[in-house]
């Protein structure tokens, strides 16, 4: 099952450089058109939402000159969270929802993540059956003149996806007297997140509010916490949070500056549903990149860890036939399926704010709920187009390694789907894991 253009979160790729191009968003969208247009004798409809990069503009055009050409009608939302696209793909009832995002990547990078009417990511058969529109002849799915798409602004979107995350928060509760720092990572969020957070009552300093088109991830945000952590410190904030470009991660920061990372998050949330009564199971879904510390605390708990591979899809999807509604990632995407469909930074952090707010106590006692198992992550980029894990070499350094782990430990290497780099993890002994990680990336850098 090889994709050409869709990786395991959408399409995504450098600016100019194949699949990120004008011409494959235009195929997209009219293969994206053709797959949803299931009736005859009513308007279609999608509807698009993009992060701040100054690419969304041309391939948003793009997009749109696509779906209009095969007869579908399109909103466009601007800038608004990823969660936010998929939520209202099912609040306006559109066919499909687009995001222009690369999440977390520097901003020449950019994507484009593709909804169900259910607001939920497509399956893998769907996507194939769009790359197979998209190398297809174009002209089968072209709409006649008179039925060609209309498209309009959506000028009110942000002010709905805010009610709809404020509706996650407890109805009498307030964030009153709590100081928070929130970094928007000068991404999607940039005016709902502290938006939320002030009409909930917060003291607000909001950072990495301003985009340029340029600086979106630059330093800042879930994927760089560091400023965020230092301004917790400055200005002697109760709570840090920071999202990342589209606003489906997030990381946290205590009072002492000490990060928190969705595995974190996640034993929270599951300590705190289970004894409330309001976990649908007795598993949580993460992905093969959590902790072994996280697995230890929930046994404890009399829950059960259920991995899946890497991707918030493939957790959301493991969630939908298991009726697990808790599930996400290390790096911070939070599935809260009562809520939404996908990852929501903001959602999530409302959950952890309540939490905070009811127990009294500072987040540093809070949020440390359990000790992670020693842990070493590296990242190999490598050249587009080369295969570095089928060298005989690199395949040897990862058995040798495995070997000298035995069960002290576990190795993950894997190749990124959503940029050019292998990424090594082990868990165990510290020393062990530091060399068994450093012969694998001598390996893959040789």
């Known amino acids: 099952m090889n994709k050409r253009y869709f990786g395991t979160d959408g399409v995504r790729g450098t600016t100019n450089q194949f699949p990120i191009t004008a011409e494959t968003a235009l195929r997209l969208g009219m293969a994206a058109a053709r797959h949803f247009r299931r009736e005859e004798g009513r308007r279609h409809s999608v509807v698009i939402g993009k992060d701040t990069r100054l690419s969304g503009y041309m391939i948003e055009s793009a997009l749109v000159a696509g ?46 993540k593709l909804f169900g009417p259910d607001g939920f990511k497509l399956s893998d058969e769907a996507e194939l059956e769009i790359e197979s529109f998209m190398d297809g002849d174009m002209s089968e799915g072209l709409a006649a003149p008179a039925d060609l798409g209309r498209a309009q602004r959506v000028d009110d979107c942000q002010a709905r996806y805010t009610e709809i995350v404020k509706a996650t928060f ?113 598993s949580v879904v993460t992905t093969q990149m959590s902790n072994l510390g996280l697995e230890q605390f929930l046994e404890t708990e009399g829950l059960t860890l259920d991995r899946t591979q890497v991707g918030d899809r493939y957790v959301v999807e493991r969630m939908r036939e298991s009726g697990a509604n808790l599930g996400g990632e290390q790096s911070g995407h939070i599935v809260l399926s009562d809520y939404a469909t996908t990852g929501d930074g903001l959602i999530a952090a409302l959950q952890v704010l309540s939490l905070l707010v009811q127990s009294d106590k500072p987040a540093s006692q809070l949020l440390r709920v359990f000790k992670p198992a020693p842990q070493l992550l590296k990242n190999v980029r490598y050249e587009p187009g080369t295969a570095p894990m089928e060298r005989d070499s690199v395949k040897s350094a990862i058995e040798a390694a495995e070997a000298k782990l035995g069960e002290k430990g576990r190795i993950l290497v894997r190749k990124s789907g959503t940029e050019p780099l292998v990424r090594v993890m082990a868990e165990g002994d510290r020393k062990l894991i530091t060399e068994a990680v450093d012969a694998i990336v001598n390996a893959l850098k040789a």
């Open 67 to 112: 779906f209009t050409s095969a007869g579908m009608d399109v909103f466009q939302f601007g800038p608004l969270p990823t969660p936010g696209v998929a939520t209202l793909t099912r609040s306006l009832r559109a066919d499909m929802g687009v995001m222009i995002t690369a999440s977390h990547n520097p901003y020449e990078d950019n994507g484009i």
């Open 170 to 282: 407890p109805r009498q509760m307030r964030l009153s007297g709590l100081r928070i720092v929130v970094d928007s990572a000068n991404g999607a969020a940039y005016k709902v997140a502290p938006n939320v957070l002030w009409e909930l009552g917060a003291d607000l300093i909001p950072i990495n509010s301003e985009p340029n088109g340029f600086n979106i991830n630059e330093d800042c945000g879930a994927v760089s916490p560091s400023g965020l952590a230092e301004n917790v410190l400055r200005y002697r904030a109760d709570i840090g949070i920071a999202l990342d470009g589209d606003a489906d991660r997030l990381i946290i920061c205590d009072e002492t500056g000490h990060v928190i990372d969705g595995d974190q998050l996640i034993a929270l949330l599951a300590r705190e549903w289970k004894r409330a009564g309001l976990l649908a199971t007795d």
